[in-house]
């Protein structure tokens, strides 16, 4: 009779540190924050409540995996969230994926999440712009070229005796600094400029080579 009392009693000291345990391996995390347009406190949802997928990244092998919605959240009609979650202790990544688009913005990136804290998200969606670059070269000569890097592989290119005016989509409440280089026989002459786009408008802007 006293074994089979050890027995249970073993068996519940057990299950207790097993419990502990558990416990031990669990992250409690909350998230709140908004969404608002870059350069304001404006929520660009109009009204509407937005959607947010939780995700947590799953290994299914070595170098293989990928991020899982675990959950679907819901902003408020001002754009704000607020929501908790538990997480497991090991040392898998968090983050929000952005579901809801917002007509003139791009959509920004995933935010990683800091699980076991408090964290407090400000959501920046960038507003459209638009920039009208006039480029002028006003004293040509055979062979000229310019070259405007505006960044991700999207290059715009001048020959001779140019006079055009480029129009490109860039992010809006930012500046923006394309890399410009100029050729002239076989001579390099890099031209620095920057200037600020303000959202949901058209910026005009002039480039003279001069040379």
């Known amino acids: 009779m006293k074994t089979k009392q050890y027995i249970i009693i073993g068996i519940l000291i057990f ?9 031990s391996k669990i992250l409690n995390t909350s998230v709140s924050g908004k969404i608002i347009t870059l350069g304001t ?6 009204d509407f409540k937005s959607k947010l997928l939780l995700q947590r990244y799953e290994s299914s092998g070595i170098l293989v995996g990928g991020f899982k919605t675990i959950d679907t959240i819901s902003t408020d009609k001002n754009g704000q969230f607020s929501f908790e979650f538990k997480a ?36 920046k969606y960038v507003p459209y712009a638009w920039i009208k670059l006039h480029v002028v070269n006003q004293n040509p000569s055979l062979g000229d070229e310019l ?3 505006w960044g991700g592989g999207d290059i715009s290119r001048l020959y001779g005796p140019f006079n055009d005016t480029i129009l490109k989509l860039r992010g809006g409440n930012l ?5 410009i280089s100029f050729y002239r ?10 200037f600020y786009l303000p959202g949901f408008d058209t910026t005009y802007h002039s480039i003279n080579t001069n040379i």
């Open 88 to 123: 497991k202790n090991d040392y898998s990544q968090h983050r929000i994926e952005l579901f809801s688009e917002y007509d003139f913005h791009f959509t920004p990136e995933p935010l990683l999440i800091n699980t076991g804290k408090k964290n407090n998200l400000i959501i």
């Open 175 to 179: 500046f923006t600094s394309p890399s």
């Open 185 to 194: 026989n076989e001579n390099k002459r890099d031209i620095r400029d920057s």
């Open 41 to 46: 406190n404006n929520y660009p949802g109009n």
């Open 15 to 23: 299950s207790l540190i097993a419990c502990k345990k558990d416990d």
């Open 147 to 149: 070259y405007i890097n």
